[in-house]
Nanobody
Framework: QVHVRESGGGSVQAGGSLSLSCEAT?????????MGWFRQAPGKEREGVAL??????????DAVKGRFTISRDTQDNTKKAVSLQMNSLKPDDTAVYYC??????????????????????WGQGSQVTVSS
């Protein structure tokens, strides 16, 4: 069993920056294979934002490339924690951002382009609001 705890987000004007953090805890920690974020804007489907796997591969959706950076906390190898630094934010980035954790092997180059429904463990969601 894996629990997902996320924090961060908030409100900012266009061009500003925010960050999100996510930590996986629980008995299934050693089996964690991928972590990252999806987001869902009002009236829209959930979409992938940024994912990484424990092999070191990182993928982003095209809309955030060059602006968002996902990174893993490597100071403690026993910890499964990631952060998402979001720069040059746009009103279109406004959404609830969900951290996702998965213990099975998935092709993150494929999964980033889905709605994530096949992934198992989700955080409670963090609101990110960008005003123009």
């Amino acid at each position: 069993q894996v629990h997902v705890r996320e924090s961060g987000g908030g409100s900012v004007q266009a061009g500003g920056s925010l960050s999100l953090s996510c930590e996986a805890t629980g008995r299934g920690l050693k089996a964690v294979y991928l972590m990252g974020w999806f987001r869902q804007a009002p009236g829209k489907e959930r979409e992938g934002v940024a994912l990484l796997n424990m092999d070191g591969l990182i993928v982003y959706t095209d809309a955030v490339k060059g602006r968002f950076t996902i990174s893993r906390d490597t100071q403690d190898n026993t910890k499964k924690a990631v952060s998402l630094q979001m720069n040059s934010l746009k009103p279109d980035d406004t959404a609830v951002y969900y951290c996702v954790v998965e213990t099975s092997m998935f092709d993150i180059k494929r999964v980033i382009h889905t709605d994530g429904q096949e992934l198992k463990y989700w955080g409670q969601g963090s609101q990110v609001t960008v005003s123009s």
